[in-house]
C-alpha cells in the first residue's frame, strides 16, 4: 500500500488546515502521527476503514477530526484552532488490522509526511 499525504502549510494561530491522505490498496484503520523537531513521533488520532471507530490524543481532541471517504480510499484530518504547539511534520500510516492503535510500531505503511507550522 502506498500512501500520499497533502494539505499541510502555515497557518496563523487559531486557523485551520485539512490534511488529506490517500492510499493506493486496502486499508484496516489509518492513523495521523506528528513529530517535531527534537521530539518523538506522537499519535494524532485513528480511523477504522469503515470509519465507524475514532480516536483521538487528548492533546488534539476538540480541536481535530479524522474522517474518511471510502470511494476515494481517502482520509481527512481536519485541524481546527491550530496552536504553535501542533506545528510538525504530520504523517499518515496505515494498519493491516482494523483494530485501532496509538502506537506508531503498529503500523505497516508509512505516508511521506507533510509540514504544518503555525505561526503566533
Known amino acids: 500500500v502506498q500512501l500520499q499525504a497533502s494539505g499541510g502549510g502555515l497557518v496563523q494561530a487559531g486557523g485551520s488546515l485539512r490534511l488529506s491522505c490517500t492510499a493506493s490498496?486496502?486499508?484496516?484503520?489509518t492513523g495521523w502521527f506528528r513529530q517535531a523537531p527534537g521530539k518523538e513521533r506522537e499519535f494524532v488520532a485513528v480511523?477504522?476503514?469503515?470509519?465507524?471507530?475514532?480516536y483521538y490524543a487528548d492533546s488534539v481532541k476538540g480541536r481535530f477530526t479524522i474522517s474518511i471517504d471510502g470511494a476515494k480510499n481517502t482520509v481527512y484530518l481536519q485541524m481546527s484552532s491550530l496552536k504553535p504547539e501542533d506545528t510538525a511534520v504530520y504523517y499518515c500510516?496505515?494498519?493491516?488490522?482494523?483494530?485501532?492503535?496509538?502506537?506508531?510500531?503498529?503500523?505497516?505503511?508509512w505516508g511521506q509526511g507533510t509540514q504544518v507550522t503555525v505561526s503566533s
Open positions: 480511523i477504522k476503514w469503515d470509519g465507524s471507530n475514532t
Open positions: 500510516a496505515v494498519r493491516r488490522n482494523s483494530r485501532r492503535s496509538v502506537s506508531a510500531a503498529m503500523y505497516d505503511y
Open positions: 490498496g486496502r486499508t484496516g484503520s
